[in-house]
């Protein structure tokens, strides 16, 4: 028996209507298809509901750089008033964090301040530039305590360090310039400025020393 064309009809709205759905309960699910879109696919009007937390972490698609590295500082095109081509730095090793900020164990003596840190953004693929604070002291057996934590060096003002480095494809090593401006304890007049280049190695759960 042929079935009415009303009937089948309503049968078929009703079948659309419940594959819809089902389509709607399952994307509010847990579950997320295989080809489901990216964000930058999404339709505007979703793409702006993207929480503010996640905006206030800046780009950070391909944090290559996230992780603890092993890190050189050399001097390089610093001229005749400054350190020459090849003059070591700085080494020691740098934790690049994925919320954006950095933490560096510098291999100057504990007593000059040797711990340090700074700010990060991604400025291309796999490129960063990193904001780095700070504070130098000089080493001084004979200077007074003036105050908690002093004694024994002398305060000479804060350092910021400017980098721009990027992970090559391997994201075992990066390799970028660096500038280096000394301030004095007023915070205005510079006492040095150095510049060169940077390398890092990434430190896995299996790197030595010597790695």
Known sequence: MQMPK??????????LGMLAAT??????????????????QQPQSEARLMPVGLQLLGNHDDDAIVGLWKFTFT????????PPDGTPIDHGYVQWHEDGTELMNSG????????????????????YKLNHFALAWA?????????????????????????????????????????????AADEKTVLATVKGVVKGTRVTVDSGVQD
């Open 108 to 127: 100057r003596a504990p007593t000059t301040g040797d711990f340090c840190m700074g700010v990060w953004e991604q400025v291309g693929r796999a490129t």
């Open 23 to 40: 389509y709607a309960n399952a994307g509010c699910s847990g579950y997320q298809p295989k080809a489901a879109l990216s964000f930058w």
């Open 6 to 15: 009303t009937i089948a009809l309503s049968l078929g709205v009703g079948l």
């Open 75 to 82: 001097a390089e095109g610093n001229g005749t008033a400054g």
């Open 139 to 183: 080493f001084d057996a004979n200077a007074p305590v003036t105050g908690p934590g002093t004694g024994g060096a002398d305060f000479v003002g804060p350092a910021n360090i400017r980098e721009t480095v990027t992970v090559d494809r391997s994201a075992n090593h990066y390799s970028g310039h660096f500038t280096l401006v000394q301030y």
